[in-house]
């Protein structure tokens, strides 16, 4: 069974709203998670990398005022989506590694399926 | 260059072939690679990590040359339903996230 889920699948909001995704770890404890996006036809892109308790650390080109991060606990991340626009419609997955040593396999949530109109 | 590089393909073979694909990345320090299979609009799923030694799986087999930075995945006797897309993905330098290729498109036929 999955082992990251992720929340909601699917959304669909006007421009100007904001959308917050969900990201939670079932059965483990995520010190650290990522949030990547992926346009159609292209692969996915690392956003940010969200540290329970602190800041995230974001990748260049992202902004961190438009992406707010909040990882509050050691099994849940949020993604808010600010002021979305339609050219914020995207993939958004996260992802989390049960430990961190090199060959550990990341888990993957479902996906959200962002749409702006 | 490009961290994760990959022939995006399409690759279009019949039931049964033999197919292989090719990837490189750019940071020699890299020590973790993976192949992880994406479907249409869902989330990527590991198919095998990557060894030095090589490694098979049924009819999978993945290597790896760190001398030319270069990971391939085999896939033998191909099925209808390895039709994917095939993610190189390489751990970065710190070890803290993973980098993905854009994807390879296997497309088997009947």
């Known amino acids: 069974g999955a082992v990251v889920s992720q929340h909601p699948s699917r959304v669909i909001c006007k421009s100007g709203t904001s959308v917050k995704i969900e990201c939670r770890s079932l059965d483990f404890q995520a010190t650290t998670m990522f949030w990547y996006r992926q346009f159609p036809k292209q692969s996915l892109m690392l956003m940010a990398t969200s540290n329970e308790g602190s800041k995230a650390t974001y990748e260049q080109g992202v902004e961190k005022d438009k992406f707010l991060i909040n990882h509050a606990s050691l099994t849940l991340s949020t993604l808010t989506v600010t002021s979305a626009h339609p050219e914020d419609s995207s993939f958004y997955i996260c992802?989390?590694?049960?430990?961190?040593?090199?060959?550990?396999?990341?888990?993957f949530g479902q996906g959200t399926r962002l749409t702006v109109v | 260059r490009k961290e994760v590089e990959q022939d995006p393909g399409p690759f279009n073979v019949p039931e049964g072939a033999t197919v292989a694909f090719n990837c490189t990345y750019s940071n020699s320090a890299s020590q973790s690679f993976f192949w992880y299979r994406q479907d249409c609009r869902k989330e990527p799923k590991l198919l095998m990590s990557v060894y030095s030694s090589g490694n098979e799986d049924g009819r999978f087999t993945a290597q790896l040359n760190r001398a030319s930075q270069y990971i391939s995945l085999l896939i033998r006797d191909s099925k209808l339903s390895d039709s994917a897309t095939y993610l190189c993905?390489?751990?970065?330098?710190?070890?803290?996230?993973?980098?993905f290729g854009k994807g390879t498109t296997l497309s088997v036929s009947s």
């Open positions: 993905v390489v751990l970065n330098q710190a070890g803290t996230a993973l980098i």
């Open positions: 992802s989390a590694r049960r430990q961190a040593t090199l060959n550990t396999e990341a888990f």
